[in-house]
């Protein structure tokens, strides 16, 4: 326990939050910090796309027309 008067960080509040609950309450928080950690990798990965596709296609890339736009093959 802390002594009165001092601040408790983040991972302290949520381990003692932790302590108390049942294990299959346990597991849900487990679930959703994997979905967090899911979800972050998520957002760099289309970051990086986005970064990629800008390096690529710079703002002199020209304009095409949608008749200049050849079909895919088999289609």
């Given amino acids: 326990m ?3 008067g001092t601040i408790m960080s983040a991972r302290e ?3 003692q939050i932790l302590d108390g609950l049942p294990d299959d309450r346990v597991n ?3 679930d959703f910090a ?3 950690t ?3 990798e998520r957002r ?8 990629q596709l800008a390096r690529a296609y710079g703002p002199d890339e ?3 027309r949608v ?3 050849k079909p895919e093959l088999g289609s």
């Fill in 2 to 4: 802390r002594p009165a």
């Fill in 13 to 15: 509040a949520l381990e």
């Fill in 28 to 30: 849900e928080v487990l």
């Fill in 34 to 36: 994997r979905f967090l």
């Fill in 38 to 40: 899911w979800q972050e």
């Fill in 44 to 51: 760099a990965w289309r970051q990086f796309g986005q970064d």
């Fill in 62 to 64: 020209p304009d095409y």
């Fill in 67 to 69: 008749e200049q736009v």
